[in-house]
C-alpha cells in the first residue's frame, strides 16, 4: 500500500495517525510462518517483463520473460503470449536463448524477434507463426540487426545494423569483421568526437536502416546512400518509424558534422532510398522518436529546444504530412512527453510521463487541451496499443511490484493485471510498506521524498536510515529498481528513503533547470534537509544514518553532514577530470572550465578532500565511460592519503551500471556489510507510543492528480529522465 503525509500535518492528526499505526503496526508484525526476507538472492529470482507487442485486433499482448540462472551467470528469454483479457498465458518461444523485440506482422499471424541461437555470431531476426512451430531465421547480416519493424504489406521487415559505410556488400563487411578479428593491432583511432556511449566505444561504423523480405535473401539498404546515419548513440526501435502505406521512413539523424554540439533532427526518405530530406530544420536542440499516425496524416515526435540540457522538457510536436505545418501539443504543459504511442484511430496519443515522482499514462489530444491524467498510483511504462477500445497494455511496477504485464482502461484509467509470472515469489517474500511524504527543502520549497519501510516496522521503536542519493536529472518515481532496490535495503533493517532534490526529473522546467550551473549546491542542501527532517521523526535514530549514491555522495562526503558512512557508487569527484568524458566534447551550457573556474571549483567534490572524515565504500566499472574509472580510483586513494577507512570495489567487466547475476549480488551483499560495520540495522529500545508519527495507512486518494505548479513538486503517490548531465 502507498500513503501520502505532508511535512505540516496538524496536531490534531495526530491522533488520528497513532488509530492508523494500531492496525499497521499489527499488520506489518504478522509474517507468514514461510515468509522468506526480501533479499538480493531472492530478487534474482525474480522474472523481469520487458516492453510487451500488442496484436492488431488487440486481443493478445507478447512479452519477452527474462529467468536467471545465477550459477551459470546468466538469463533466458523466452516470448510468452498474454490475452489481453484475463486468460491463460502461452509459451511462444523455448529455446535457450535471448529471444527478445518482439513485434507483430500487420495481418496479426507472425511474430518477429532478434535472437543469436545455434551457429548465429551475431544477432539476427527471425519469426514465428502466432499459431505455433518453430520459429525461422530471416536474416544473416555479419553485422547483427536490431529493432526490427514491420512494412504494413506483413511481406517485409525493417531493421537497424552497425555497418562501415565504405562496404557495400555484405560479404565485404564480413571478411572485414574477420580480418578485425584476427588482427594483433588493438588500436583505434578518431578524428572527432564522440569517442564512447555510456559503456562502449564508437568507431567508424554507422548505423542504417535496411530491409529484407519474410522469406530472406539479401536485405537491401535503405538510408545507407542517402547522405544521413542514425544517430550511433541512440540506435533503438525508437530512432525510426515507417510510415502507414510504407512508402516512406523516418529516422533521428545527427545534423552536426563536428560531433561537439550535437544537433538531433528527423529526417524523411523514400522507402527505397533517395535523398533525406530534414524537417525540424527550425530546432537547434534535438528532435527525436518518431511515430507515424496510423492514417498516414501526422507525424508526432519529441523536442527540446534547449541545447546541451538534457533535461530540458521535452515537448510533443505534430507535422502535419499535408501542409508541412508543426504544431505543439504540449506547449504549456510543464511536464516532458515520453514513451509515446498513438490511439489506433489517431485522435490521441498516450504517453508514460514522470510526473511528480509517479511514472503516469497521459493522455494527448489532437483536438487539443491540456493532457489529461488516466492513472495515479502505481508507475507505467512500454505502451502498446491496438484494436476497438482502444485496449492499452503496459508494464506496471512500484516499490512494491516488479513490472507486471497489465492492461488498462484509456477512459478511467483502471488498470487489469494479466500476468502471474511473479505471484508465487512474491507472496512468500517480506516487503515493507512504501508512501510518499514532502519536508521543506532548499529555499523552503517542499521536496518529494519517497520512504520505504522494513517490512517488520513498528513506529515505537527506533530505525536506522539509508538515505539514497540518485544521479542529478534522473527523477526517483514509484517504480521497481533491479540495481538499487529499496525493498532489499528495508529487508536489510534499514528504513530506506529516496528524495527528489532540485534538479530531479518529473516537477517541471524551473525545478529541473534549477540546478543548471551549480550542481552540487541545492542537491546537497536537499540532501540535508531531508536527514533532518528525517531525524526528527520518532522513529529514527539519528546516530544511525547513512547514505549512497553517484556524484552528490562525494558532495556530501566534504561537506558537513550526519551520516556515519556513504556509499559513493560511479561518482563524479573530479569535474575537471570528467569534464572530457562526461558527454565528450560536447559544449558546456554554462561555460567552460577555462571560462569559470570558480563555478567549477565550488561544484567539484576533490576540492573539498581536506575535510574528507567519513567511512566511504567506493564502487566504480572499467566499462564506465559515463563516469570513466579514474574518479572512483582517484576518490579512494584520496581517503587512503587522508587516513578515512574506505574500500575500492572494482569491476572489470562492468560498466555505469552492475548487471551481471553474480556481480550484482556481490554489489549487494558488500554494500550490506560495510554498511552494518557503521550502522547497526533493525530496531533499538522503544519511545514512549505518545511520542510516535507513524507512516500512513490511509487509502491512497484515487481522485486525478494535482496539476502542480512550475517547479514546485507536488506531494504524489513510477532506463530513464534525462541522462543525469547537469551544467
Given at each position: ?139 544473416n547480416v555479419p553485422t547483427g540487426v536490431i529493432a526490427p519493424k514491420w512494412f504494413p504489406d506483413s511481406r517485409r521487415l525493417a531493421f537497424l545494423s552497425r555497418v562501415w559505410p565504405d562496404l557495400k556488400s555484405w560479404s565485404a563487411m564480413e571478411q572485414r569483421m574477420s580480418a578485425q578479428a584476427r588482427s594483433a593491432i588493438s588500436a583505434r583511432i578518431w578524428d572527432k568526437p564522440p569517442i564512447a556511449h555510456w559503456d562502449r566505444f564508437l568507431d567508424e561504423r554507422q548505423v542504417h536502416i535496411y530491409s529484407v523480405g519474410i522469406e530472406g535473401g539479401e536485405p537491401q539498404a535503405i538510408t545507407l546512400e542517402s547522405g544521413r546515419a542514425l544517430d550511433a548513440a541512440s540506435a533503438h526501435a525508437g530512432a525510426y518509424d515507417i510510415s502507414p502505406d510504407g512508402s516512406e521512413v523516418a529516422f533521428v539523424s545527427d545534423s552536426d558534422p563536428t560531433g561537439i554540439a550535437p544537433n538531433l533532427d528527423i529526417y524523411l526518405l523514400g522507402s527505397d532510398g533517395d535523398a533525406a530530406r530534414n524537417v525540424t530544420t527550425d530546432n537547434a536542440a534535438n528532435d527525436t522518436m ?438
Open positions: 500500500m502507498i500513503a501520502r503525509r505532508c511535512h505540516n500535518e496538524k496536531p490534531k492528526l495526530r491522533l488520528l495517525w497513532a488509530t492508523w499505526a494500531v492496525s499497521l503496526c499489527a499488520a506489518l508484525a504478522f509474517q507468514p510462518t514461510q515468509a522468506e526476507s526480501y533479499t538480493a538472492e531472492a530478487m534474482w529470482r525474480l522474472k523481469r517483463l520487458s516492453s510487451p507487442g500488442i496484436s492488431p485486433d488487440g486481443r493478445v499482448a507478447v512479452v519477452p520473460v527474462t529467468r536467471f540462472d545465477v550459477q551459470r551467470n546468466e538469463g533466458i528469454t523466452d516470448l510468452w503470449l498474454v490475452p489481453t483479457k484475463p486468460g491463460k498465458a502461452r509459451q511462444l518461444t523455448t529455446a535457450a536463448t535471448d529471444d527478445h523485440s518482439p513485434v507483430w506482422s500487420p495481418d496479426g499471424e507472425w511474430i518477429a524477434f532478434v535472437a543469436q541461437r545455434g551457429a548465429d555470431r551475431q544477432p539476427q531476426i527471425y519469426v514465428i507463426a502466432v499459431s505455433g512451430g518453430e520459429a525461422r531465421r530471416v536474416t518518431p511515430i507515424y499516425s496510423p492514417d498516414g496524416r501526422s507525424l508526432a515526435f519529441r523536442r527540446q529546444t534547449i541545447k546541451g540540457f538534457d533535461a530540458d522538457r521535452a515537448h510533443l510536436m505534430l507535422l502535419d504530412r499535408r501542409d508541412q505545418k508543426l504544431r505543439n501539443l504540449s506547449e504549456n504543459w510543464d511536464r516532458s512527453a515520453d514513451g509515446l504511442v498513438w490511439s489506433p484511430d489517431s485522435s490521441a496519443l498516450f504517453g508514460s510521463i514522470d510526473d511528480a515522482g509517479t511514472q503516469r499514462i497521459y493522455r494527448f489530444d489532437l483536438a487539443g487541451g491540456e493532457p489529461k491524467a488516466i492513472t495515479r498510483e502505481s508507475s507505467y511504462h512500454s505502451l502498446a496499443v491496438a484494436g476497438s477500445g482502444p485496449v492499452i497494455v503496459g508494464l506496471r511496477h512500484s516499490f512494491n511490484e516488479p513490472p507486471t504485464l497489465v492492461s488498462i482502461i484509456a477512459r478511467t484509467g483502471t488498470a487489469t493485471k494479466l500476468s502471474n509470472f511473479n505471484d508465487t515469489t512474491l507472496a512468500n517474500l517480506t516487503q515493507g510498506q512504501s508512501e510518499s511524504v514532502t519536508y521543506p527543502g532548499a529555499n523552503g520549497e517542499p521536496v518529494q521524498m519517497w520512504i520505504v519501510y522494513p517490512p517488520d516496522f513498528t513506529a515505537d521503536k527506533k530505525w536506522p536510515l539509508y538515505l539514497l542519493l540518485h544521479d542529478e536529472t534522473h527523477g526517483v518515481t514509484d517504480s521497481h529498481r533491479w540495481r538499487w532496490n529499496a525493498q532489499v535495503f528495508a529487508n536489510w533493517g534499514y528504513v530506506t528513503a529516496w528524495h527528489n532534490f532540485h534538479g530531479s526529473g518529473g516537477f517541471g522546467q524551473a525545478w529541473a533547470d534549477s540546478i543548471t550551473g551549480e550542481p552540487a549546491v541545492l542537491p546537497y542542501q536537499d540532501t540535508i534537509l531531508a536527514a533532518e527532517w528525517l531525524s526528527t521523526q520518532p522513529w529514527i535514530d539519528a546516530d544511525r544514518m547513512a547514505a549512497g549514491g553517484g556524484g552528490l555522495a562525494a558532495v556530501v562526503l566534504g561537506k558537513e553532514h550526519p551520516f556515519k558512512t556513504l556509499v559513493a557508487h560511479a561518482a563524479r569527484y573530479d569535474m575537471y577530470a570528467q569534464y572530457g568524458g562526461d558527454h565528450g566534447a560536447q559544449p558546456w551550457r554554462h561555460g567552460e572550465f577555462w571560462e569559470d573556474s570558480e563555478r567549477f571549483a565550488r561544484n567539484s567534490p576533490h576540492l573539498s578532500a581536506a575535510d574528507f572524515k567519513t567511512p566511504t565504500l567506493v564502487i566504480h566499472g572499467q566499462l564506465d565511460q559515463r563516469v570513466p574509472v579514474n574518479q572512483g580510483m582517484e576518490l579512494f586513494n584520496t581517503l587512503q592519503k587522508r587516513g578515512v577507512p574506505s574500500r575500492f570495489v572494482y569491476f572489470p567487466d562492468e560498466g555505469h551500471w552492475i548487471l551481471k547475476p553474480q556481480n550484482s549480488l556481490f554489489w549487494y551483499r558488500t554494500k550490506r556489510e560495510w554498511l552494518e560495520q557503521y550502522v547497526k540495522p533493525g530496531p533499538v529500545a522503544p519511545t514512549p507510543p505518545d511520542a510516535a508519527a507513524p507512516p500512513s495507512a490511509k487509502p491512497p486518494d484515487t481522485a486525478a492528480p494535482p496539476a502542480g505548479a512550475p517547479g514546485v513538486p507536488i506531494d504524489a503517490t513510477d532506463n530513464a529522465a534525462g541522462s543525469g548531465r547537469q551544467q
